[in-house]
């Protein structure tokens, strides 16, 4: 996962030059629905997205080989298209996975696929689409463990007791859970090994295996090396995936919050209480600023990993500046991947007992927060309003509730709606 | 899983007699969290109350066990009280799951117990306290056939290859995944057997073993039959699968809404307008009175399943009818074991464009939100301004899509929050 990624980089010279294969071609059946799980939306955009993003971000993978089904070729293509993916070939699939891996191999070997044909790589990574957080660190180290061994494959504890069953549908025999582990994704294998070994095997083998490690034990006498992998290799295989995928999608988005104020006074006090009031919670940057230059500190917050903004200010409409802040992010190009999060905090401090909203301006900022969100720029206006009817450190806390609960759930239903704390 | 459950029930003559023990002693080390995963909370709610409430529901299961460990007793005690549950007794559990089965096995049979020494039941279930989503059905298939054959499980189909390593690391050789099933639970045992089996096991059992299956086949003679189960069968392990079960809960909760309208024409009017712009995406039952009257429909209508429930008006404030629904629904004791939520929507057809909503009346809200959340009711308010801003039909959808996020979301930081339609 990109945003708050935690992962170390290989340096220059410990970086092995590989190609990946994602094989994306099943049809979802154990989902339940008639959408390939690959292609189901989270957070609004396919999940097989994630997972060339969480490729694409190598640098040391060159190749992006997506095979998927003849009739989703085209889908695969937008999805590149949309996400502006690099590095990436659409390959048709076969009817198995095997085959499907098998001809996503063919285009760095055979003149057939010439249309494609690509240098063909010291080691291939075969990764399924449909795990989409597989960080580079294991990635690097089922890489050099193939460069090693020939051929390497992420484990995990099993979750389950594994038990056969005999003919009458009663127990045979158990399992002792601790010999045995569940074989994942990401694996590896020096690209002659796993190709050779595709070229030999049968027909039976490409219609019911599963497993390409098999194949490299079985035709290339390869005994593969096993890594234990983290817990974030898990596929997304049934509906409660898809929700949990989504949860992690949004959690790992709602790390990290940039508070711009501008420079008045009040309104930088109220940045910095409302800053103490979020740090528990969430890793803050901040910064006062004059919205009408054209300022690098802002640019700088903007080409980071943080998809969540907070301008506070104490005009009423500030249109002018949202917009700004709004063209600067359009600009910057994080919206590409993922909705960002931009909420207009309005300072009021007026006496009057008898503030009111205008219907008027409630509309204008629904407009407002509708077009905008054609760029992927979710906005929400939160109004603090203080001396008449709490203390303003009490506005600041249930300010910092509301703008907490926003940023976790990204609900793109809510934009344009006015808060008040 | 309550809400919503399509479980058949099962008629009295097939009803067998049974008792269910939940180990509910493990660490969680898996999750990665100080909380054992048993009482990590989902939704506001300890995990194990959801499984214990699963079986509570179901009549036939007499007494049910939850073994934790010593240091966790006082709260499982405080988690019963809480949520009211029934004909559940708390049991010391032992230092791994097989022991801690075990004494929950003992209250039944051992006079060392006999401070809470419970009538034997012909059948005893086992279930883990993290696997809530279990439905009466596959309880009462495998419950049978352990009637009929001493011992009987669910299973379900491997997710991933599952393969043993040799002694440096490498794979030795994979599994057929068609030739073996992982086995879940529930399990069912006829008392006697898997009692006697626990008797006669070794420490080494004791201390290692996981499957309770074996211990009936090593120490009972007993082959125990196989059942295929559902996908909702899944263990809550990992981190990603609280985020799963909060989901299905909420997903759960939002398949009903009442819709409730005063008698007015205008009212009545955009009520069947929201009936019919909601009615693709979730069931609706309405109801027109007048809030007055001590009406049985409404009692009716607190009484099932259904936890979300909008009241439409075109008074400002509503609080006095407000308050009436909320003491129903306070009564009506389905705020229990869930937050319910009620959406007083306001319909407001002013022709003054200079129209505003005040500050006080916006703190009054909150306020009186907050107060009422301690019932565990969850109020949010919502205005329908048409005639002025746009027509009523475009005001209804637009209401009709921020009432399903609140009914799906439920978020109780928004909680006395006003939106605008």
């Known amino acids: 996962m990109e945003p708050a990624s935690g992962s170390r980089h290989a340096g220059p010279a410990a970086r092995p030059a590989a190609a ?45 080989i997506v095979v998927v089904s003849p009739e989703n070729i085209e889908t695969m293509k937008t999805i590149i298209q949309k996400y502006g993916h690099k590095r990436v070939t659409v390959v048709k699939g076969g009817i198995t996975r095997h085959r499907s891996i098998f001809n996503g191999l063919k285009v760095f070997a055979e003149d057939e696929f010439s249309k494609y044909l690509l240098q063909k790589p010291e080691v291939v990574v ?11 660190d294991i990635l690097l180290e089922v890489v050099m463990a193939a460069k090693e061994h020939g051929a390497a ?64 034990l079985k035709y290339g006498k390869t005994k593969a090396k096993l890594i234990e992998g983290t817990a974030d290799l898990w596929k997304v295989t049934y509906k409660r995936d898809l929700y949990a995928a989504e949860s992690i999608i949004k959690d790992n988005l709602s790390q990290q919050v940039g508070v711009i104020t501008d420079v008045k006074e009040d309104v930088v006090q109220v940045g910095l209480l409302l800053h103490e009031s979020l740090k528990s919670q969430i890793q803050v940057e901040a910064i006062s600023i004059s919205l009408c230059q054209n300022e690098s500190h802002l640019q700088n917050m903007f080409s980071g990993r943080c998809y969540n903004f907070i301008y506070i200010h104490d005009k009423q409409p500030a249109f002018q500046e949202t917009h700004l802040l709004v063209d600067m992010l359009e600009k910057s190009n994080i919206t590409l991947l993922y909705p960002v999060i931009l909420i207009s905090v309005h300072l009021n401090s007026s006496e009057n007992i008898s503030f009111s909203i205008g219907m008027e301006e409630l509309t204008r900022n629904k407009k407002f927060a509708r077009e905008v969100k054609k760029k992927n720029i979710w906005v929400y206006d939160l109004l603090i ?22 940023i976790k759930d990204r609900n793109p239903e809510l934009i344009g709606q006015l808060l008040v704390a």
């Open 385 to 406: 309003h203080y001396k008449d009817c709490l203390p303003l450190q009490e506005a600041v806390n249930s300010a910092a509730a509301l703008i907490m609960a926003l």
């Open 153 to 216: 494959g992420a484990i995990r504890p099993l979750v389950s007791t594994v038990i056969a069953s005999s003919a009458d549908g009663c127990l045979d025999h158990s399992l002792e859970r601790a010999r045995y582990r569940a074989s994942e994704m990401p694996q590896a294998f020096l690209f002659d090994i796993i190709y050779q070994a595709y070229q030999q095997c049968t027909d039976y083998d490409l219609d019911y295996g599963t497993e390409c490690l098999h194949l490299a």
């Open 20 to 64: 990946a294969v994602l094989p994306a071609g099943g049809s979802g059946e154990r989902l339940g629905g008639a959408t390939p799980k690959q292609f189901c939306t989270v957070h609004g955009r396919p999940l097989v997205s994630y997972t060339v993003r969480a490729m694409e971000r190598i640098s040391w993978i060159s190749d992006i």
């Open 126 to 136: 075969i990764h399924d689409a449909v795990r989409p957080f597989v960080e580079e």
